[in-house]
């Protein structure tokens, strides 16, 4: 097999294929891994980041990088643990995610209006979410353990349901719907998007308004799951998203995108640390393993972009 | 107004544009401001303090001007510090004997270039954009200090060690001297020296300024191992004040360095910046933490107002250019009235 | 010109005000000064309530410092409060070993320093409360082994703090060490960063891979809370014992649902106002009892905290 058909192939299945082979040598390894609690597992400690990476992965894609998710994951928590005694469990989730798009508009209108860039402009309000959650919640958890309803989004069925409507709807917008193609223009350039009569405010708007919509289906989530409206939540939880999508492909320079990518790479660093638990790995290991296998993939996507600027 | 006449007043004119000089007007107004309500703000002890405690914050975001001006991120600088700062606490006893102080802090920087090194090469030889490579090296650089120390905080109480931040010259911290040593050679080396040059021309354009004969490799290069080196000084000054290091230590350095640089009005656009205003702007948010304290900020409202703070700062040009269109439509009537 | 001007103007009105206030506090009322791990938890939270509630019932005024889990943070904002003419400091340290700055602050403007649980680093300072983090562990598993008898080889697995959080995590050592003394199996030791979500995760995996796990311990309330919640989907409520550390609100909701079985509390409150009453003390030149002179320790209790002594955990 010659280097073009290789690096052709890597470009469609490598991470497939790194997939693959962590599954099979744990499952070898570690007789544990092989049930379908281990697989359900993958899905509940997955499904948040997956369906938050989602959103991202349009981000990213739009040249836009939200440092705010992770705040956003704590302030939409305090909220539906605040509603649920006056809206009961379904309100409180609705107002949840109202309030998380709303923050997302404010993000992209900060962007737009205050011509702030987004990297540096979530990182303000990364601040500002975080210190509105511990005011509103006066710094403490509220249980939600009293009302077992909380716990429906706990189930695998609702889970599968909301990754997959998550990474549907992405596809759908992405691929499919000229939104999705104004989306990619406007990350190749905006200056080049303008000029074809693209509305780059109204993108940017979108974009920072689905990424925080993501991330508040993810809250909510993982408020069902802990059953606690959570005060301190979602700490690096933005880093995580960030990471399975450069994991998964996405050029950073926009323009181009990868959702399949994302999801792959979420379920990579789902099973490996599946696998690290486990095997009882300590702590430093398990972060040094995390950074290697990022190296790596990143490292070997640099030597591909390299061979294609050269040939 | 009067023109200057002289050369020298024209630069030190150009110097003083409060346009440009915007954080150390915030600063000047925060000051007043904070001592009027609380007038123990502004007694000396307390300025000297704040002024050494920019320096930790400061000297790291020395570097990060620089990256920034050129073009790049570097986010893997709080996990580097911690290493550095492990390593260094590591070393300390069996060097210094060797080397002495001043050698073992320049063994220290070294090791921080040689790091600054490594990140470019990743950026420069596998094309890898250096936000990514940068966020990847976080996590190496990370387990590596966690694997280094065996997850364990180290101390170490050596009188030479804690010397390198516990000092004062005429009641001025040391710290704050060697920040604004380090911001005086920063400017220099971005105004004076060719290879400042080179790192703003790349800021403004790379295509530019390979056409120009720039060897834009060999810059990144240089540029990460100059935030490493000033990444591994903060490092060693931060050890020496908590007497001791820890691995854990710097989660999310890199953010405050980058809003600082960004505060100091350096544009993520690259090409030009200053490092005089990222100082200016360090001593800014230390004053602002201070402040905190003097006026009796409730602790979750002052993560509101440090994030508020930030927008509306970073919103600087956009609400410079409002009151720029608003002067330009001013003179505009002026002249259509006197006509 | 003008700019020039206006900027001499502005330096110079700086310079002015500058070194012109008074570090030394004049006024009557002698200002006590608090300087706090970090507010966003329940345990700080109820500490600087009990600082802050005792030190106006002695007539004092007040200062509060959050050092937001940052050690620069502890070490400014200690000089700071030092700076606003504080009479007496008192530290709840992230990082005890970085104290020696502080403690060298505070005896050039000598003024008494009080720690508050964590530890003192080996520093001069005049007293510590310090709570047995070890012995707290040791409750929880004496805990297990009153509840299950010997071990006989049966599986329990700790979730640790954030490894930085060295205190912490002598809980989970404490519980080791009770827990192999009397046969039981530490198949898994994982750190969940102190973080909920976590816990929720870690205790998914440790299920997975040890069904027949009996206890789990969580070397704080927060993870414990997540873990409980896996064991509860598990369907493993009555199988495993979940226990925590520190009695904060959400915990005991958990073991009054019956999610938890028990947690540690430490009566963070209490340490705060003895905290206090030992500054106080210290302002007013009397002399202090201490439990250990050695080490100028004053013990603050920890208690098991179970659905039978719910009422017991009140702060």
Redesign the interface.
Known sequence: MNEARFWRWWDRYGLLAILGVTVVALAAGQPRFRSWYTALNLLSTSAPVAIAGAGMTLAITCGVFDLSIGALLALVSVTIGVLVPHLGLTGAMVAGLAMGGAAGLVNGLIVTRLKIQAFIATLGTMLLWRGLALWISGGKDANLVHVPAVKVLAHWGWLALLVAGTYGLSALIYYRLPLGLRLRAVGSSATSAWASGVNVNAMTLFVFAYVALTASVAAAITTSQLAIGGCNLGVSFELEAITVVLLGGTALRGGLGNLGGTLLATALLGVMRIGLDLANVKDEYQRLAIGLLLLTALALDGVRRARKEAA | MNEPRTAFGRRVSAALDWRERSVFAALALLFLAVSAANPRFAALSNVLSILGDSAYIGIAAIGMTLCIIFGAFDLSIGALLALLSVASVTWAPHLQPVVGTAGFVIIVALAGAGCGLLNGALVAGLRIPAFIATLGMMYVYRGAAFMLSGGQDQRLDSAWFLSLANGDLAGVPVVFLVFVGLTVLGTLLLNRHPLGRRIQAVGNSPKAARAAGISVSRTTLAVFALVGVFTAIAGVLQASLLRGAQPGRGVEFELYVIATVVLGGTSLDGGKGSVINTAAAAVLLATLQCSFSFLAVNPYVQKIIVGGVLVAAFSMNYLRGQVEDWRKRRQQQRKEASV | ????T??LA??A??LA???????KSSSQQQIIGFSVYD????FF?MMEKGTRERAKELGYGY????Q?SD???M???C???I???AAALIVSPI?P??L??VV?AAQKAEIPVVINDIGGGGTPYHAIIISDNFGGGKLAGQYVVDKLGVGNGRNVAIL?C???A?YAIRRGEGFKALMTSNGYTV?????A?S???EG???M????????DLVAVFCEND?MA??AA?AVA??GKTAQVLVIGFNA???AI??IR?G?MAATVAQFPEQMGRISAELTDKLLKKQPLQFDDVSQREIFAPVKLITQENLSEASK
Request: hydrophobic residues 35%; proline residues 4%; negative net charge.
């Open positions: 010109m003008m700019k020039t206006g900027a502005i330096v009105l700086v005000t500058a070194g012109c206030g008074d570090s507010m966003k938890y329940e939270q200062q509060l410092h959050d937001k050690e620069l943070q070490v400014s904002g000089k700071s409060l700076n606003q003419g990082k070993d970085a020696g700055a060298d640790k954030e490894p930085s060295i198949v898994a030791e994982l750190s960063h973080k909920t979500e929720y995760a870690k998914k995996n440790v299920l997975a891979g040890t069904p927060p809370v997540g919640q989907e598990a904060d609100g959400v909701e958990s649902a999610t």
